[in-house]
Nanobody, 126 residues
Framework: VQLQASGGGLVQAGGSLRLSCAAS????????IAWFRQSLGKEREFVAS????????RYSDPARGRFTISTDNAKNTVHLQMNNLKPEDTAVYYC????????????????????WGQGTLVTVSS
């Protein structure tokens, strides 16, 4: 599986961005795809995940209510719509794909994802 993320940029606090990740070579619709982010000096953290078939979706507490993950199976693309952005959302955002049918309880675990995109930088100014 190869992943190509795009859509990052500079936005003012309160603004919106939509990230996209194109996936090639993926297998089952029952496998999850996710977004993680990493801020300077911090560990990579979970943002959101969704199975390609839409059966399960999970969000981190900071993302819930502001971010929406969606999948376009016809285009093998996952999107992350981010609204009401805050300066603390500044990070490099990575998409990641798993090659396992993860239960919902494991979809936020970084170590469960086998393939990673190159990351796209999101900067939110105050």
């Amino acid at each position: 599986v190869q992943l190509q993320a795009s859509g990052g940029g500079l936005v003012q606090a309160g603004g919106s961005l939509r990230l996209s990740c194109a996936a090639s070579g993926r297998a089952s619709n029952d496998y999850p795809i996710a977004w993680f982010r990493q801020s300077l000096g911090k560990e990579r953290e979970f943002v959101a995940s969704r199975k390609w078939n839409g059966a399960s979706t999970r969000y981190s507490d900071p993302a819930r209510g502001r971010f929406t993950i969606s999948t376009d199976n016809a285009k093998n693309t996952v999107h992350l719509q981010m609204n009401n952005l805050k300066p603390e959302d500044t990070a490099v955002y990575y998409c990641a794909a798993s090659s396992s049918r993860l239960p919902s309880g494991l979809m936020a675990e970084r170590t469960r994802y086998d393939y990673w995109g190159q990351g796209t930088l999101v900067t939110v100014s105050s």
